[in-house]
């Protein structure tokens, strides 16, 4: 443990180790939300690209996070760009900027998940420490990805994309069916159902008013039976509702999370790790209390 979450305000003391044998079963079973916080050393991240770009500004932002009550670190090289203009970045460059990185932030003591779409970049970061991978294109882009999470035998986030929004589309029957297709994908990898988590991928391949619809009825994507992720984090459907720059659309972040949860989120992905555990706490009081 580290002294960043031995003295921290927020310490819950729930701390799962990142290698926990059935690790995904351990952070569901804590009771409560489970926050992943966002660690982005990227130039162009669209919320905080370049803010953690420089190694030690990652790592203390990582120590903030746990200290602040983060039960998984979610640390991504590369943009996924959830509104376009992407610059493709390499292997090789994602790789060096984790390889500075991905160790220390590992050895903070909380699950670390590695945000890539690729696979070498996953098996790169699995050895040097993380231990679930999150795929936005839910193995379905680089196919050797299920085949190193099958390998590592580690739990692996499926998020719904879409290469461009349609808004003439049911969103919902489109995310399902993309479900449909990774789930096959996992099961032919032979990749464990109960290392899988399931993410409606708000802002991905979406408008903003279907990112409202995949959580206003993420409910209906409990019958696939897996945990479901959601991340609204400063994303751009908070601004068409009520208009404000990325860093200041906390408020309408918590909001979608709260709702998520209500409506069957296990996990959520932030980048404001402190506001979001109050919020749960609080509304956790405040439930206990009816
Ligand atoms: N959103 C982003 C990135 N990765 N992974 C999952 N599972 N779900 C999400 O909603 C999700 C994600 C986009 O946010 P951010 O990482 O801040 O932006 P960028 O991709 O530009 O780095």
Request: no cysteine.
């Amino acid at each position: 443990m580290t002294e960043a979450r031995a003295t921290s305000p927020g310490q819950t003391g729930t701390a799962i180790p990142p290698k926990t044998a059935n690790l995904l079963a351990r952070l569901l079973g804590l009771g409560r939300p489970v926050v992943m916080g966002v660690l982005n050393v990227t130039p162009d991240s669209f919320s905080d690209g370049g803010r953690f770009l420089d190694p030690q500004r990652a790592l203390d932002h990582a120590r903030r996070m746990v200290a602040e009550g983060a039960d998984i670190l979610d640390v991504g090289a590369e943009s996924t760009r959830p509104y376009g203009g992407a610059v493709a970045v390499s292997r090789e460059e994602e790789v060096r900027r984790l390889e500075p990185v991905l160790p220390a932030v590992a050895a903070l003591g909380v699950p670390v998940s590695i945000d890539t779409m690729k696979a070498a970049v996953a098996a790169a970061a699995l050895a040097a420490g993380a231990a679930i991978v999150n795929d936005v294109w839910g193995l379905q882009r680089d196919r050797d990805l299920a085949r190193v999470v099958a390998e590592h035998g580690v739990p692996v986030v499926i998020m719904h994309n879409r290469e461009a929004a349609d808004p003439a589309i049911d969103i919902m029957a489109d995310i399902a069916a993309f479900f449909s297709r990774s789930l096959d994908i996992a099961d032919r990898a032979g990749i464990a159902r109960d290392k899988i988590v399931l993410d409606p991928g708000i802002g991905f391949g979406k408008t903003p008013a279907q990112s409202v619809i995949a959580i206003a009825r993420l409910g209906e994507l409990r019958s696939f039976g897996l945990p479901l992720l959601v991340g609204a984090s400063r994303k751009r459907f908070i601004d068409t509702v009520s208009p404000a720059p990325p860093d200041q659309r906390i408020g309408g972040s918590i909001a979608s999370h709260l709702l998520a949860v209500e409506n069957g989120a296990a996990i959520v992905r932030t980048h404001d790790v402190a506001e979001t555990v109050q919020a749960f706490r609080v509304a956790a009081a405040i439930r206990d209390a009816r």
